[in-house]
Structure formats: structure tokens, C-alpha cells
């Protein structure tokens, strides 16, 4: 399985930014970011089918995850971005065949990995 990550960029305080996360496969897609001298933190997921969406709570009412089946790609929309939101963002899945994925918060859950994308956010 190979992810490709694209979409990273710079922005400035309350921009938008798209990134996308392209995928060989339909499973369920996880979005994760680390910021420099921090800890990698879950961002949002989506399930399989796409019909549930999950997201950490700094990020609710700003980022949106969604999926295209037909292009076997993975969106995380994000908006009013903040100088907090600056990272690396990886997109991850699972070889679970699943639609959900239980403790999907967990980076020790996903089995593949993006190469990562830099959002930088001034403010």
C-alpha cells in the first residue's frame, strides 16, 4: 500500500489549505501531524465506507476529512487555519479490512504511512 501526501503549503492566520492523501486502496484513513519539538497527534479519520468522520478537538469546526472513492484519495479540508496547526501532516492507514477502526487515535493502529506534507501557518 502507498499513500501519497500533497497539499502542504504556506498559509497565513485563517486561510485554507487542502490536503490531499492518495491511496492504492479503500480502508480506513487516518490524518496525523507533528509539530517540531512536539509529539505526533491524531488529527481526523474517516471510515472506510467514509459515512463516519472523527476528529480531535482543537480541529472540530475547521478541518473536514473526506474521502473520493472513485480517486482513491483522502481529503482533510482545512479552515481558518491557526499558527498552532503548523506541522507536518501524514496521512496512515490500515491493512484492517474494516470499516472502522478501533482506537483510531492511536498511530500504532495504522500500518502505512504518507511521506508527510508541510503546513506552515503565519500569523
Known amino acids: 500500500v502507498q499513500l501519497q501526501a500533497s497539499g502542504g503549503g504556506l498559509a497565513q492566520a485563517g486561510d485554507s489549505l487542502r490536503l490531499s492523501c492518495t491511496t492504492s486502496?479503500?480502508?480506513?484513513m487516518g490524518w496525523f501531524r507533528q509539530a517540531p519539538g512536539k509529539e505526533q497527534e491524531f488529527v481526523a479519520a474517516?471510515?472506510?465506507?467514509?459515512?463516519?468522520?472523527y476528529y480531535t478537538d482543537s480541529v472540530k469546526g475547521r478541518f473536514t476529512i473526506s474521502r473520493d472513492t472513485a480517486k482513491n484519495t483522502v481529503y482533510l479540508q482545512m479552515n481558518s487555519l491557526k499558527p498552532e496547526d503548523m506541522a507536518v501532516y501524514y496521512c496512515?492507514?490500515?491493512?484492517?479490512?474494516?470499516?472502522?477502526?478501533?482506537?483510531?487515535?492511536?498511530?500504532?493502529?495504522?500500518?502505512?504511512w504518507g511521506q508527510g506534507t508541510l503546513v506552515t501557518v503565519s500569523s
Open positions: 486502496g479503500r480502508t480506513f
Open positions: 496512515a492507514t490500515t491493512r484492517r479490512i474494516g470499516s472502522d477502526l478501533y482506537h483510531y487515535t492511536e498511530a500504532s493502529r495504522y500500518d502505512y
Open positions: 474517516i471510515s472506510r465506507s467514509g459515512t463516519n468522520t
